[in-house]
């Protein structure tokens, strides 16, 4: 089996400049790895993908919150003035924005929704069993709200896309960054096409500050959205008991036709911004897994 992991390079655009957390050259740091570490002998392979239409945008938030998004993102850039507002925790100064490059960070935003757009279609058409792509997680960003350095929701967009345009009946997304995605459990709170299983580090100490165990959706989306929060310090035994105990009997119950895991690399000890102290073994049984 050979994967797709749908990567390109124009990626490090979406760039909060310098001194800020999020950078653009983060998403280089993967293919470098993995061309170092596995050699390409057709397990895998990089794929380029178009970014995503104005249309496809329109599946996940309204026209004027694209209007805003490109318009600040512009301004910014170039160092203008802008009277709107967004909601970037830790992110208060337009100054922070690189300049010089008009639009740059709004138009990779669009990239990282052409990309799921694309794994949507390699799976449902393309005969491929498993996509990878790499820059998403934007799991913060709400159908007319950007926040946690996050504009487009691109795991929103995948299950959204799937259920619209893919004639898929019910999709999982399961959520591990460090981080509860507040913005994908927005969008589905009412759903019960979609189960949104989100592992995260207790809100009380940790941005965006909800997801709690009785959060469970509403309506007819009551008992789909499942928030399983962690202690600090939880480790690898506590996600061991959390997949065991929850994750894989609600997966069996529910049979998803597609999953989308959001991952995210900060449930890791040695990340800056987060205590959940997972260790390194369990990257590499991960990537051995993939291979
Ligand atoms: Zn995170």
Same mark, same amino acid.
């Given at each position: 089996?050979?994967?797709?992991?749908?990567?390109?390079?124009?990626?490090?655009?979406?760039?909060?400049?310098?001194?800020?957390?999020?950078?653009?050259?983060?998403?280089?740091?993967?293919?470098?790895?993995?061309?170092?570490?596995?050699?390409?002998?057709?397990?895998?392979?990089?794929?380029?993908?178009?970014?995503?239409?104005?249309?496809? %945008?329109?599946?996940?938030?309204?026209?004027?919150?694209?209007?805003?998004?490109?318009?600040?993102?512009?301004?910014?850039? %170039?160092?203008?003035?802008?009277?709107?507002?967004?909601?970037?925790?830790?992110?208060?100064?337009?100054?922070?924005?690189?300049?010089?490059?008009?639009?740059? %960070?709004?138009?990779? #935003?669009?990239?990282?929704?052409?990309?799921?757009?694309?794994? #949507?279609?390699?799976?449902?058409?393309?005969?491929?069993?498993?996509?990878?792509?790499?820059?998403?997680?934007?799991?913060?960003?709400? !159908?007319?709200?950007?926040?946690?350095?996050?504009?487009?929701?691109?795991?929103?967009?995948?299950?959204?896309?799937?259920?619209?345009?893919?004639?898929?009946?019910?999709?999982?997304?399961?959520?591990?960054?460090?981080?509860?995605?507040?913005?994908?459990?927005?969008?589905?709170?009412?759903?019960?096409?979609?189960?949104?299983?989100? %592992?995260?580090?207790?809100?009380?100490?940790?941005? !965006?500050?909800?997801?709690? $165990?009785?959060?469970?959706?509403?309506? #007819?989306?009551?008992?789909?959205?499942?928030?399983?929060?962690?202690?600090?310090?939880?480790?690898?035994?506590?996600?061991?008991?959390?997949?065991?105990?929850?994750?894989?009997?609600?997966?069996?119950?529910?049979?998803?036709?597609?999953?989308?895991?959001?991952?995210?690399?900060?449930?890791?000890? $040695?990340?800056?911004?987060?205590?959940?102290?997972?260790?390194?073994?369990l990257r590499i049984a991960a990537a051995a897994e993939l291979t």
């Amino acid at each position: 089996m050979t994967v797709s992991i749908l990567y390109r390079e124009e990626l490090r655009e979406y760039d909060f400049g310098l001194g800020h957390p999020f950078r653009g050259d983060r998403y280089e740091i993967f293919p470098q790895f993995l061309r170092a570490h596995v050699p390409e002998d057709g397990s895998y392979k990089f794929v380029a993908s178009e970014t995503c239409t104005e249309e496809d %945008l329109l599946l996940i938030c309204g026209r004027d919150y694209i209007d805003f998004s490109r318009d600040y993102f512009r301004a910014a850039n %170039l160092g203008e003035t802008f009277s709107g507002s967004m909601d970037f925790p830790m992110y208060h100064s337009l100054d922070n924005l690189p300049r010089g490059k008009p639009g740059k %960070l709004e138009e990779a #935003a669009r990239m990282v929704i052409g990309q799921l757009k694309a794994a #949507a279609e390699l799976v449902m058409h393309g005969g491929e069993e498993f996509v990878i792509s790499i820059g998403g997680n934007l799991h913060h960003a709400k !159908p007319d709200y950007g926040e946690g350095f996050c504009i487009y929701n691109d795991n929103a967009f995948a299950a959204k896309y799937l259920l619209e345009k893919c004639g898929v009946e019910r999709v999982l997304v399961l959520d591990t960054d460090a981080h509860q995605g507040n913005g994908t459990c927005e969008y589905f709170y009412t759903d019960p096409r979609v189960l949104f299983v989100d %592992l995260h580090q207790d809100p009380t100490t940790l941005y !965006p500050g909800v997801g709690f $165990a009785n959060d469970i959706g509403e309506g #007819a989306g009551r008992g789909f959205t499942v928030n399983v929060p962690l202690p600090v310090y939880a480790g690898l035994d506590s996600y061991r008991i959390a997949f065991e105990q929850i994750v894989e009997p609600i997966t069996r119950e529910f049979k998803p036709q597609v999953i989308i895991r959001n991952g995210g690399s900060d449930p890791h000890f $040695a990340d800056g911004l987060t205590n959940l102290g997972l260790p390194v073994r369990l990257r590499i049984a991960a990537a051995a897994e993939l291979t």
